[in-house]
Nanobody, 125 residues
Framework: QVQLVESGGGLVQAGGSLRLSCAAS????????MGWFRQAPGKEREFVAAISGSGGSIHYGDSMKGRVTISRDNAKNTVYLQMNSLKYEDTAVYYC??????????????????WGQGTLVTVSS
């Protein structure tokens, strides 16, 4: 099973950009669908994006669609989330997750195999 460590969060002004990274340990990274979720204070966790093991299939949630791009580099065991045109309401802890299920079911899955510890993104207005 992989272990996940997110990085790249921080403080950014509204309209700005950030790229989050999620580094995975282990030699089976390419077997996993990888996803990004976020949770704002007082709100439920929300699906952002998922990418298949090969990178050939991608699914975006509605909340940030058009403003985010998910990608992965299997040689580096890393998945990325490029976020543009950030808004105040994008402030949240962003988590990456790994699962050996399907890309299009990650958004609604009740259980995912592995979670990272999260990285805080704060967007100032």
């Amino acid at each position: 099973q992989v272990q996940l460590v997110e990085s790249g969060g921080g403080l950014v002004q509204a309209g700005g950009s950030l790229r989050l990274s999620c580094a995975a340990s282990g030699r089976t990274f390419s077997r996993y669908v990888m996803g990004w979720f976020r949770q704002a204070p007082g709100k439920e966790r929300e699906f952002v994006a998922a990418i298949s093991g090969s990178g050939g299939s991608i699914h975006y949630g509605d909340s940030m669609k058009g403003r985010v791009t998910i990608s992965r580099d299997n040689a580096k065991n890393t998945v990325y989330l490029q976020m543009n045109s950030l808004k105040y309401e994008d402030t949240a802890v962003y988590y990456c997750a790994a699962d050996q299920g399907a890309v299009y079911t990650m958004a609604t899955a009740r259980y995912l195999e592995v979670w990272g510890q999260g990285t805080l993104v704060t967007v100032s207005s």
